[in-house]
Nanobody
Framework: VQLQASGGGLVQAGDSLRLSCATS????????MGWFRQAPGKEREFVAA????????HYGDSVKGRSTISRDNAKNTVYLQMDSLKPEDTAVYYC???????????????????WGQGTQVTVSS
């Protein structure tokens, strides 16, 4: 499966942004989909994940309450809506996919099978 992330940009603190991740090569409904982010000099950080049917969603502590992950399997696209953005949200955001990842493994980027190229999000203060 190929992943293409988009929607990043330069915004101000307090603004909202919606990222998209389009999948191709195989229907996205086969996969658990996730978002990670990586700031310069830092490790890749878990942001959110959503199971195949969208019924189960999980969030990293740093974005919980400010972000919503969703998916449209008919469009093979996963979204990350981010609200009340802060300068510390500045990072490259990556989408990921995996067909068999278990709950306890969601936050570990090394255990996800497929990755997109990333989209830059910059939040100015």
């Amino acid at each position: 499966v190929q992943l293409q992330a988009s929607g990043g940009g330069l915004v101000q603190a307090g603004d909202s942004l919606r990222l998209s991740c389009a999948t191709s090569g195989r229907t996205s409904s086969t996969y658990t989909m996730g978002w990670f982010r990586q700031a310069p000099g830092k490790e890749r950080e878990f942001v959110a994940a959503i199971r195949r049917n969208g019924g189960s969603r999980h969030y990293g502590d740093s974005v919980k309450g400010r972000s919503t992950i969703s998916r449209d399997n008919a469009k093979n696209t996963v979204y990350l809506q981010m609200d009340s953005l802060k300068p510390e949200d500045t990072a490259v955001y990556y989408c990921a996919a995996d067909s068999g990842i278990i709950l306890s493994s969601l936050p570990n980027p090394r255990l996800w099978a497929f990755w997109g190229q990333g989209t830059q999000v910059t939040v100015s203060s």
